[in-house]
């Protein structure tokens, strides 16, 4: 039997719990099936807000053809790192249900997928299973302290993510330098830095000297130091479950600038995790327009579940000034109806706010205050940060032409 005409099947694992079974049908179609004892349980921990419908149903996601559902396909890396597994297993790149298969046991979150019991499964689904298929214990273990990257986003070039050991562990994500990009370790720690400041979640960050950090292919490294991340979904050994809004909104991962907004996700926000937790999204996004990073797609927000059922946003991850390499840059989603930073105003904000039918004052007035308390503390965190002037000259040119940001506001924000 070709395989293209066999069937098989993954294990999708929540933590320990089987919550569904994932096929790979005949002719490269693929279904997502949950297991009856998960489905049954009224405290079931969450896999995805995406499949669960208006009245708490659980609703599995719509069979696809060529690729894995949106959710799954979306804890896949993307172009290299991907191009290079691939290789190492013998498939294709867009073999995405073999790729799962090889790097289910350790991705992002908490979700694992694995070859399941054949006396498990229904006898409708057994298949063989190829040799060259099976997880290699070697190729894992080399891929995660090589290359088990989570996500390689910003643009063509400007960065490369790889998880790789520092001090003897593992639990840290290093973000290597670029060679097109100068200064983009020092950016990206600032940025970080200047969040926390400014009272937003960050997980730890650090920059280090190379050497210190084992297993970081040297060709691809361009400067001498490097950054770590400490991964916030490892917390003493345990994992914690995430994911991020491409998947809530079942979008693949190449339609994660497309077809929506910050609305949508300040509505999901809203809906799920509460006022306080929209607000905090509204006054991230207005970081995000104060140093201009035009890279914050639906990839780049995150929920996480730290009781597995409560929705809360992840920590802040990969805040850059984009604009420092890309002038005339944009903001990766529409702030209300613009993309421009230099069209984005508090009405931008307000209209955000209709959309997503949010109260347009409380919204507005995070929107000014975040606005406020930026231009208030970024001077002295200019001064301060060590930033080459190439970086810190590109946001103050910046800061003069985008609307929201120049004080003193036009008019009073009613609350109500």
């Known amino acids: 039997m070709s395989r293209t005409n066999q069937v098989f099947s993954l294990d999708v694992r929540l933590q320990n719990e089987l919550v569904g079974q994932l096929l790979r049908l005949p002719n490269d179609r693929y279904e997502f099936y949950f297991d009856d004892a998960y489905a049954a349980r009224e405290d079931r921990p969450v896999l995805s807000l995406g499949m669960i419908g208006p009245s708490g149903e659980l609703v599995p996601p719509r069979s696809t053809a060529s690729k894995l559902p949106p959710f799954f396909s979306n804890l896949l890396p993307e172009g290299a790192y991907r191009e290079m597994v691939a290789q190492m297993i013998g498939v294709h790149p867009d073999q995405e249900f073999f790729l799962l298969w090889t790097l289910g046991v350790d991705m992002a979150g908490a979700v694992t997928a694995s070859e399941p019991h054949l006396d498990d499964l229904p006898s409708d689904f057994r298949g063989h299973v190829p040799e060259e298929f099976r997880l290699r214990i070697a190729i894992a273990g080399a891929q995660r302290k090589l290359f088990a990257n989570d996500r390689i986003d910003l643009a063509p070039g400007v960065k490369a993510t790889f998880r790789a050991t520092y001090k003897g562990q593992n639990d ?148 850059v000034s984009t604009l420092t390499y890309l002038p005339g840059d944009a903001m990766g989603l529409k702030v209300g109806s613009v993309k421009s930073f230099e069209k984005i105003d508090l009405d931008s904000f307000r209209r955000l706010a209709k959309r997503a039918r949010l109260p347009e004052g409380v919204v507005a007035q995070e929107a000014l205050g975040m606005a406020e308390k930026l231009r208030d503390i970024w001077p002295a965190f200019r001064d301060n940060s060590g930033l080459d002037q190439s970086i810190t000259g590109a946001i103050d040119q910046h800061l003069d032409r985008v609307p929201l940001l120049q004080a003193p506001p036009l008019a009073p924000i009613r609350t109500v």
Do not use: C
Not at 200 to 221: A, F, T
Not at 286 to 307: A, C, E, R, T
């Open 172 to 319: 840290f994500i290093v973000k290597i330098p670029s060679a097109r990009y100068q200064h983009l370790v020092a950016n990206e720690y600032s940025m970080m830095k200047f969040a926390a400041e400014a009272g937003i979640e960050i997980p730890e960050v650090e920059i280090v000297p190379l050497d210190d950090v084992e297993n970081v292919p040297l060709n691809l490294v361009s400067e001498k130091e490097v950054l770590l991340v400490r991964r916030y979904d490892r917390v003493n050994g345990v994992k914690i479950h995430q994911e991020d809004f491409a998947q809530i909104f079942n979008q693949f991962a190449v339609d994660k600038y497309k077809d929506r907004s910050y609305a949508n996700i300040a509505a999901v926000i809203n809906h799920f995790a509460g006022e306080e937790q929209m607000k905090e999204f509204i006054r991230r996004l207005v970081f995000n327009v104060f140093i201009g990073n035009g890279d914050m797609h639906l990839k780049n927000w995150s929920f996480v579940y730290p009781d597995g059922r409560t929705p809360v946003l992840a920590p802040a991850y990969d805040y």
